[in-house]
């Protein structure tokens, strides 16, 4: 199958930023998606704007902490409308510190909701891609995973864990399905509100007001990726505003 029209595609984090970006722009192309996050409020406005403008969400209240819910967003996808083509595993938080300050709860987070909410996405459409004969996971990551500095240890070890899992379970699936990892820099989101430490929350809202990128460009990325035929796999896309050293 080439292109984006017609594929159901589920997307973890979806209620702002770059899950909701991409909803946006994947629902314009004809997809049909398929939107998770915690927010319900935000999810029931997102999906009312996409059908507003004539394309198909559903929506389902996920938090990707928790394994039956991630495996409800898949499961509704495939209960309503058959089949999941794509999985992308967006939802992300980052709640960085210097190792010193020894904020062990941040660190849980990052790594319940960073790496185990992967995790839990493949667990919940390998065996649906597997019966299927074809499937996608895109999984975004960070490029603080591929330059790592102060206070970004652990965001930085849960993206990468996810690259590597990733590169892991490429090589497992065989030719019929694929892998595709986002690695965004600095993009205009929420992410910052995620930083408990308000020092660094306010370094963050910084930088990103003064070199961030929208989050349409990620989801345009991330379109790149879908649209390709079965046959091409897009393994890695790394995209950053041009200032971002």
């Known amino acids: ?53 004539g394309g198909k969400a559903s929506y389902l209240v996920t938090d990707v902490r928790q394994r039956e819910d991630v495996a409800g967003l898949v499961g509704l996808a495939t ?9 992308i595993n967006n939802a992300g938080i980052a709640p960085i510190s210097l190792l010193d300050d020894l904020r062990v709860d941040d660190w849980d987070d990052m790594i319940d909701v ?32 591929l330059k790592i500095v102060p206070t970004m240890a652990v965001y930085a070890g849960s993206k990468n864990a996810v690259r590597a899992i990733s590169e892991g379970l490429r090589q497992e699936v065989g030719p019929s399905l694929r892998v595709t990892t986002i690695s965004p820099g600095y993009v205009d989101t929420e992410l910052p509100s995620s930083m408990t430490d308000s020092a660094l929350r306010e370094q963050g809202q910084a930088s990103m007001k003064a070199m961030a990128i929208p989050a349409s460009a990620i989801a345009e990325a991330m379109a790149f990726a879908i649209a390709q035929p079965d046959s091409v796999d897009v393994g890695e896309i790394v995209i950053r505003p041009t200032a971002q050293a």
């Open 114 to 145: 960073n790496v185990k909410g992967v995790l839990y996405g493949i667990a919940a459409a390998l065996p649906v891609f597997r019966r299927q004969g074809f499937g996608h996971f895109v999984n975004t990551l960070s490029t603080a995973g």
């Open 1 to 53: 199958m080439t292109g984006i029209a017609g594929k159901v595609i589920a997307i973890t984090g979806a209620s702002s930023g770059i899950g909701a970006a991409a909803a946006r722009h994947l629902a314009e192309r004809g997809a049909i998606v398929v939107l998770g996050a915690r927010r319900a409020d935000r999810l029931e406005m997102l999906a009312a704007s996409i059908a507003s403008k």
């Open 79 to 87: 209960d309503r409308y058959g089949k999941l083509d794509v999985l």
